[in-house]
């Protein structure tokens, strides 16, 4: 139930009132008598019933508006809470909330705020008034999605709208109308005392009531009756209650100080500053929810005047005060119970003796008054200043075309011991922020001791892409880089350079900074829910390109070229009647034609060697150990019981006049399979009927060291329609190693190539901006490797994989077999294979003697140590033993979620080898290695030398025109009726040419132009990692100068730094 308060009342234990008692009854009863107190009781809740309700509430609350318009047009300040002390800081919402959750109200939700304290009535802090606090759920000036304003007073003084204006005429008006007013009803003596504060220690000791009684509407749609308040985090006693002295001479107090008071007019004010110059102030908003029935409910639980009885106040939200205010910025910051969200309102006010008629005149009032005091304000100079230099690049036109903007510019520099005033930067006159353009600023502002983080600010709808923004305090000398290259949205805030583990903040604004800054990234980063794609690495929501937060997109340059390329690509066929043609070649040199017509001079060249040589063993036994797809062939230990092949068959093709058990024994026998085909459907349309079989292959290993196949079976499953071929079957030898090479093509591009560097490569990324904060050194790390990930992704979805796509178009398995089968290979992937030289040795296919001229594994192997060695730097200088790994926890939730929803494990998958959490160093430095090697060195050898296999299509074709044979008398014709349409071919020739160029944008690995880390160590070992690469390229070219067909996919001149294509 809703009651007044009677004097014996005991309070929760949060609400720092300790033996206080309020004896405003006795002291009335005291002194007006038992009789006259109980018929003053009885009515002092009766109000008249105006003939004209509406009439009245206008009346009194247009005379309010004119007196708080008025005041704030002569003083240019509130008409009430005149002076005050502003903050900033965090406000996060409890992870285990007691009250019935809203969207706005939701557990775990971080909030930037602003808070001011103030005294209701009096500039004089030492006198007796009631103390303020206003909390802005948003770090602005004004609006903001919820202003929270509170009073000291577990109920209100007044409860309608002439009993307000009665209050503050008897608080203004001297002692004798304060008098009058208190001995008016009891009720009016209990609130006043439960108001007022004499001499309290600190603003930071109070506890504040929002004195208005809201409507809460959470998620479940039931409407309830809410009340707020903010109480000191660590339950602290509340100081300033008055004395037994003090509630018995209420009047003489308000307005007066006491002779021999020596405490500064702004004593509070100056206590809070000191507090927060040296550390936080903590507070606990808290809320009650009264299960409302408007049918039956009393109106007095809108009655401010009184308590609720047996409602316990639940925590709703932990505020953090960590940085002062200025105080020009503390005036310009202004409070409205308009700002509220959708789950709260008020109930509409009928009358002026309506118990909402006070929250129908603050709304009325509060808006227009700061309206008023934001166009007379005068702003006048801080006294005590220092100057910053403040040098801000817009990001270089080559990067960025649209870099540059006319918007307004604001900074705010934020320090151990408060923030800046907002700083415009520039000005109409000249063109400072066009891309490519450095300026430096001079501002003349507070000191903020150590500089922390610089927001910016941007007014207008001009986008602008900042690169570097260095800070310095001409007077201290303190210069700090603050990095941001990020398209700059209205509001940002940036970290200093320096790298930092959660665990080592020692300001709790930058640890709930960090929060603040996940949290916003999982409101735009969030994952798909796209159906089609169940049983895929987990992917961002976003059906194209354009829907992308903006800073993953690619930048505009980029864009274009990747467009143009595609569009300039494609209407060269268009034009040349390519595309819309089902029929084949008489002969396979003729489908150079079709590359001809638009290929460059330096790859004209390389594919017309191919031509040469295409059909022999040796070159099919070359291009899978250093072709497009090298990471098939596994060594033969035992041969499988499917795959009948023999001694006698074997024995010719044969070098070392060895057995063929002796030849596995000694590993010069190796195999492909591809029995991840088995299942997955074929493209079957009209006019447009592809095949591929599901082969193995058998590989050996001569004394000259070449690899050559020496027998294939088509499918996996031995009978007499499936024979295994061998190289004395002439045409059917050939038709068997193009059914090879077909296959081959589809486990590469949908396996090898887009599922496993590009697909599972964004079940990293996503987790990754979703968890790590831009500050923390591995996201620092790994940003520049996988930036674009979700950018070609997204487009390569549309494009690729989709119905219509060019996978359709292109692949044997198109029309729907390729999700399939991607899925499907999903299933069975294991993070072994994103360990390169793991991976090599379960192949066992690392040791150079028994597999020569293995350049893919040769060259990877040098890559993967310089990226480990690179890891391992890095990572040292900030991970100093296992106990920091397994306390990073942003860190730990990158890897659960990596492990939960990234590269999730659907039913029926098998592990991915995925942990759950990292427990050592080496574990972090090995996945970090396992990253940036498949981002840039994996996926370049497996995507950019496409155009020289796929080019001429006999050599890798896409699909195969006719089943695999199952009768070995074949002839040269059937050979040739196999190889694929001309519309066939030539779709993935369009794929291969460009999925093989590099951009004119392309940055190398080993090349970080963002410089996100700023300190020297970091710094020292890119340069050495640089040192490395050079070394390894040279090492590369010496031994390519011997080579009939250099190997050039892993030369780190020729890594990109991340996937981009």
Not at 714 to 724: A, D, K, R, V, Y
Request: contains cysteine; proline residues 5%.
């Amino acid at each position: 139930m809703a009651s007044d308060i009677p004097s014996s009342a005991k309070e929760d234990e949060e609400s720092g009132l300790g033996n206080w008692e309020n004896l405003g009854y006795e002291i009335f009863k005291t002194k007006l008598g038992e009789e006259v107190f109980e018929a003053k009781r009885k009515t002092q809740y009766q109000f008249p019933s105006p003939t004209f309700p509406s009439v009245g509430l206008s009346w009194n609350t247009g005379l309010l508006k004119v007196g708080f318009l008025a005041a704030a047009y002569k003083t240019t300040k509130r008409g009430s809470h005149k002076r005050g002390v502003g903050a900033a800081g965090y406000a996060k919402i409890v992870d285990n909330p007691q009250y019935p959750q809203d969207n706005f109200f939701r557990k775990g939700r971080i909030f930037e705020v602003r808070l001011r304290h103030a005294n209701v009535f009096f500039t004089d802090d030492t006198v007796a008034d009631g103390r303020s606090i206003s909390i802005k759920f948003e770090d602005a000036e004004s609006g903001g999605p919820f202003d929270l304003i509170c009073n000291t007073g577990r109920v209100g003084p007044f409860c309608t709208l002439p009993g307000s204006m009665a209050f503050g005429k008897g608080l203004k008006s001297g002692p004798e109308t304060a008098e009058e007013f208190c001995y008016q009803n009891p009720a009016n003596y209990l609130t006043t005392v439960e108001s007022l504060r004499r001499y309290p220690d600190s603003y930071a000791d109070l506890r504040y009531y929002a004195q208005v009684t809201y409507v809460y509407t959470p998620d479940d749609g039931r409407k309830r009756l809410a009340r707020f308040r903010v109480i000191p985090r660590d339950l602290r006693p509340e100081t300033g209650l008055l004395t037994e002295e003090d509630q018995k001479q209420l009047w003489h107090l308000i307005d007066k100080r006491r002779p021999d008071e020596t405490r500064s007019a702004t004593y509070l004010q100056d206590e809070y500053k000191k507090i927060l110059k040296e550390g936080e102030v903590q507070y606990t908003v808290q809320i009650q929810i009264h299960e409302w029935d408007p049918d039956t409910d009393s109106d007095t639980y809108f009655s401010v005047m009184h308590h609720w009885d047996n409602h316990p106040w639940m925590n709703l939200a932990h505020v953090t005060s960590a940085t002062l205010l200025s105080d020009l910025d503390t005036e310009k910051t202004s409070f409205a119970l308009n700002n509220r969200p959708d789950s709260l309102d008020f109930v509409k006010a009928k009358s002026q003796y309506d118990y909402n008629s006070i929250a129908h005149a603050r709304l009325a009032i509060y808006n227009a008054s700061s309206t008023v005091r934001y166009l007379t304000r005068k702003e006048t100079a801080p006294e005590n200043t220092t100057t910053y230099l403040v040098t801000l690049s817009t990001s270089s036109g080559r990067e960025r075309e649209t870099a540059g903007t006319d918007d307004d510019v604001f900074i705010t520099i934020i320090g151990t011991k408060g923030r800046t005033s907002r700083h415009q930067m520039g000005t109409d006159l000249y063109d400072d922020f066009d891309a490519g353009h450095t300026k430096i600023y001079n501002i003349e502002a507070e000191p903020v001791g150590e500089m922390l983080m610089l927001e910016i600010e941007r007014e207008g709808n001009d986008d602008w892409h900042v690169g570097m923004i260095r800070v310095v305090n001409a007077k201290t000398g303190e210069e700090v880089d603050f990095p941001c290259y990020r398209w700059v949205p209205n509001k940002l805030t940036l970290r200093s350079g320096k790298a930092m583990l959660p665990f080592q903040e020692t300001h709790e604004e930058l640890r709930l900074h960090r929060k603040f800054e996940i949290q916003q990234r999982q409101e735009v980063y969030t994952y798909t829910t796209n159906k089609i794609y169940d049983g895929f690495p987990g992917f961002i929501a976003a059906d194209e390109h354009a829907d992308l937060p903006r800073d993953v997109q690619f930048n505009d340059l980029k864009l274009h070229d990747f467009r143009y390329s595609a569009d300039s690509t494609k209407k060269k066929y268009r034009l040349a009647g390519l595309l819309e043609l089902f029929d084949t070649w008489d002969h396979p040199d003729k489908y150079v034609e079709i590359y001809e017509r638009f290929a460059d001079v330096e790859d004209l060249v390389m594919v017309r060697k191919l031509m040469g040589v295409w059909d022999k063993d040796e070159e099919f036994g070359r291009q899978f150990l250093n072709a497009i797809n090298p990471i098939q062939i596994r060594r033969c230990i035992k041969l499988p019981s499917h795959f009948p092949v023999t001694n006698g068959m074997m024995q010719k093709f044969m070098t070392r006049n060895k057995t063929l058990e002796e030849e596995i024994h000694d590993g010069h026998v190796y195999m492909i399979s591809y029995e991840a085909l088995e299942g997955i459907p074929r493209m079957n349309a009209w006019k447009d009927v592809r095949h591929v079989t599901e082969p193995i292959c058998l590989l050996y290993v001569r004394d000259s060291k070449e690899l050559v196949p020496i027998a294939i079976q088509l499918f996996q499953t031995p009978g007499e329609n499936n024979p295994i071929w061998t190289p004395d079957d002439n045409w059917g030898w050939q038709l068997a190693k193009l059914n090879v090479k077909a296959a081959d093509a589809q486990v590469h591009q949908l396996s090898t190539h887009l599922l496993k560097t590009h697909l599972i490569m964004e079940g990293f990324t996503v987790p990754m901006f979703r968890n790590l904060p831009a500050v923390h050194p591995v996201y620092k790390l790994l940003l520049p490797h996988l930036r674009h990930t979700m950018a070609i992704n997204t487009i390569g979805r549309v494009a690729l994989v989709a119905e219509g796509g060019t996978i359709d178009k292109s692949m044997a398995v198109g029309g729907g077999g390729h999700v399939t089968l991607m899925a499907k290979m999903y299933g069975k992937f294991h993070m072994i294979e994103y360990g390169f030289p793991e991976f090599l040795k379960k192949r066992e296919v690392d040791d150079a003697e028994k597999l020569p001229n293995y350049f893919y594994r040769d060259d990877g192997l040098l890559m993967w140590n310089a990226i480990s060695n690179f890891t391992t730097g890095m990572m040292s200088l900030y991970y100093h033993s296992d106990e920091h790994v397994q306390k990073d926890e942003e860190l730990q939730a990158w890897i659960k979620e990596v492990h939960t929803k990234g590269l999730k494990v659907w039913p029926g998958n098998e592990d991915h080898g995925v942990p759950a959490s990292l427990t050592t160093f080496q574990q972090l430095q090995h996945l970090l290695t396992c990253i940036i090697f498949n981002a840039s060195c994996q996926h370049a050898a497996v995507n950019f030398g496409q155009l020289h296999s796929y080019a001429f299509a006999p050599n890798c074709p896409t699909a195969m025109s006719t089943p695999g044979p199952t009768k070995k008398d074949v002839t040269y014709e059937e050979m040739v009726a196999g190889l694929p349409a001309k519309s066939v071919a030539t779709a993935g020739m369009v794929t291969a040419y460009l999925l093989s160029r590099f951009s004119d944008e392309e940055i190398w690995l080993g090349e970080y132009p963002d410089e996100l880390f700023t300190e020297d160590a970091p710094k020292e070992v890119m340069e050495q990692f640089r040192r490395e690469l050079k070394d390894i390229s040279l090492k590369i070219n010496e031994r390519n100068k011997t080579l009939e067909f250099p190997y050039i996919y892993l030369l780190p001149e020729r890594v990109p730094n991340s996937i981009a294509i």
